[in-house]
């Protein structure tokens, strides 16, 4: 290059490139935070949500990227006016459906700081300061679950990975004849994130082993040992074990304690799903269900489920910590100049992802501002929440509990009686004689039509599953902002709705 094209490149690079200057960036910003704050403020009468055809919202977002920009004022009058309204606010009070999400506003200011700053949290010569935070953060959680010293762990963007990482860190010591013949163990109520997980490291369907739950929806340590003993004797390799502590469709947990000793005693890994449950450590009702958590060999947990927290805030805790590292570290010649010190942590080497975000910051941020105890709370309060919605549908006789109350989660249906039932459950009757003989199909549809008709209200969203067959209503409470105001106007609805869809379908 002659000394005229370098000279010109200098005067062309002279200056960075442009970028909406800072008195106008902190005037949006202040916006932004000021359209957050109204957003919270009105967000239990704003309707809570709904959904567009594929074309209705493509015609209204679709589109080629703009070759030049915009104000950013225009902008966000579009998020908020085309965005917003084709979307459930899953932090609604009355949004009970799946395992919601409801962060506390210094979560959201945690995210915005990460956001905003950008740390490269992969590395620690990057980011000191952020990898200590999530050790810090990463020591509350192994000490809440009861873990031995030794434990690692890592933030990942959700229960998902996380799983996807303990199964991958399991695996890791099997020599590659072994892992042909492993077998997986896991609860027929497991979550399909665990089956997703078992496909991407190559399990073949047949390496996975569902055992039956009890009739509580529980994984027995009989029945465990009967499946690890039938595959012994085939000549395969008993290798691991998903267990749940708060299934997603009930909240039961499985007995961990023993189901511990029995993995202990089989030399079999027992990976603990609490991506939902796990914050019920946090109360001494908590910790007696979720008992022996603290001696599997790693566990899930999500804060972003029942912890108050913005999504994408997973972690993964492995009993053996050094594991976590064996599994993911390799050193390509390009990172040559990251080795961290012994007592340092690469947070790359104990995971998938390399270029990572500050995810702690928002945990750390909303545990120093909130305390401890308001965690706590929440997750007292929202057990209290599923015990009255348990005990409004009771006073109902439409209404029948498929699984009573565990944890947050109660599991019910609808079921007409005869002359659209007198609001009260009748006291000492045969509740079944006055029941309308619908078939089971009968009931199916009529229960998932209930959830549509709700969810048009635009006032709540409840979701479905199924269990034992059959479709059943669900609530889950993990939102700080739900009173029981909210549970009465959604039993209230639902006992509406329930009643004008079997007439209709009657008559
Ligand atoms: C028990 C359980 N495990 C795993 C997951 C998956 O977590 P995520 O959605 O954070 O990937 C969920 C999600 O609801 C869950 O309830």
Known sequence: MNASSVDYLRMELKEPLEHPDWAACEQTGMEVVRWLVRHHVTLSEQPIG??????????????????????????????????????????????????????????????????????????????????????????????????????????????????????????????????????????????????????????????????????????????????????????????????????????????????????????????????????????????????????????????????????????????????????????????QDVEPETDQINFCDQGIALTRRFRALKLWLSVKVLGLDWHRELVSRSCQLAELSQALLEQHPEFEILCPRHLSIVCFRYRPVEGGGDGERRRGGDENSSRLRLSEEELDSLNLSIVDELRATGKAFISSTRLRGRVALRFCFVNWRTTAADVEEVVRLLLEIGKTLSSERAG
């Open 50 to 335: 709904r959904t567009g055809s594929r074309e209705q919202v493509e015609a209204l977002l679709g589109g080629p990227a703009p070759e030049h920009g915009r104000a950013f004022a225009e902008v966000l009058q579009e998020f908020t006016n085309k965005v917003m309204p084709n979307a459930f606010k899953t932090n609604h009070p009355r949004f009970l459906a799946f395992i919601p999400g409801a962060p506390n506003f210094p979560s959201i200011l945690g995210e915005l700081l990460c956001a905003g700053t950008n740390f490269f949290a992969g590395v620690w010569l990057e980011a000191a300061g952020p990898s200590q935070v999530e050790l810090t953060v990463l020591e509350w959680f192994r000490v809440l679950l009861g873990m031995p010293a030794g434990t690692s762990g890592i933030l990942t963007s959700g229960g998902s990975e996380a799983n996807l990482t303990a199964l991958t860190v399991a695996r890791e010591p099997l020599s590659f004849q072994d892992r042909e013949r492993a077998v997986l163990y896991v609860t027929e109520q497991r979550h399909w994130s665990v089956d997703r997980a078992a496909k991407i490291i190559g399990l073949r369907p047949e390496q996975i082993h569902p055992v039956p739950a009890d009739q509580d929806f529980r994984l027995t340590p009989e029945a465990l040992r009967k499946a690890i003993q039938q595959d012994r004797s085939a000549t395969r390799l008993p290798w691991a074990v998903v267990a749940n502590a708060g299934a997603t469709n009930t909240g039961v947990v499985d007995p961990l304690e023993s189901l511990s000793g029995l993995c202990r005693d089989e030399k079999v890994w027992l990976h603990v799903d609490a991506a939902y449950g796990w914050s019920a450590m946090l109360t001494p009702e908590g910790r007696r269900e979720l008992e022996g958590i603290g001696d599997c060999d790693s566990v899930t947990l999500d804060p972003h489920k029942w912890f108050g927290q913005c999504f994408e805030s997973g972690c993964l805790l492995v009993r053996e910590g050094k594991r976590l590292a064996e599994t993911f570290t390799l050193r390509p010649e390009y990172m």
